[in-house]
């Protein structure tokens, strides 16, 4: 496969693609029960930063219910992303600049965040602070900002991308990989 380059007009064009082929178009539907999930833990990991009469233990318990859950749907979409759109994509535009690096590095943030924050909440005593809390929330809180504003990138420019540079064949590769996942 020959690499293509991707100029400052790319961007531009992008854009274009008004319909994706039916694994694009399920990677992206995915998206959508995601970011439900994200926004109703963010809400609550929001308001227990701001107000510390909701930084609770039991608050905190019940983010991490959310956020786990939330783990638990985002890994299998994130496999199929990772192990099989951006590496059929790498082999069109390459890893070392665009679109692929910025995707694998906003991935990695997320995951971390959210492990920091499962790994946090797991590790608290019977007594917390406050502050403690507040600051464990703002894991989770920070992994939704990385994420939504990543979703909306791949929506509008990974995925067109990939429309528009994967053959047919790798379409229907693509599907066949992400549904085994």
Known sequence: ME??????????????????????????KEHIPLTKQ?????????TIEEDETVATKENL?????????????????????????????V?????????????????DQAKNYLRRFLSETDQLGSKVEPNEIRTIANYAASAYLILSDHFMKEENVLFPLAEQLLSPEEKQELEVKINQI
């Open 38 to 46: 994200m926004e109703n833990f963010y809400e609550l990991a929001q």
């Open 61 to 89: 318990q019940q983010l991490y219910t959310q956020v786990k859950e939330f783990v638990s749907q985002l890994e299998p979409h994130s496999e199929r992303e990772e192990g099989v759109l951006f590496e059929m994509m």
């Open 3 to 28: 690499r293509q380059p991707l100029g400052c007009m790319s961007g531009m064009m992008i854009n274009e693609v008004g319909e994706f082929c039916p694994g694009l178009e399920q990677l992206k």
């Open 91 to 107: 082999g069109h535009i390459g890893r070392e600049t665009g679109p692929i690096v910025v995707m694998e590095y906003e991935h």
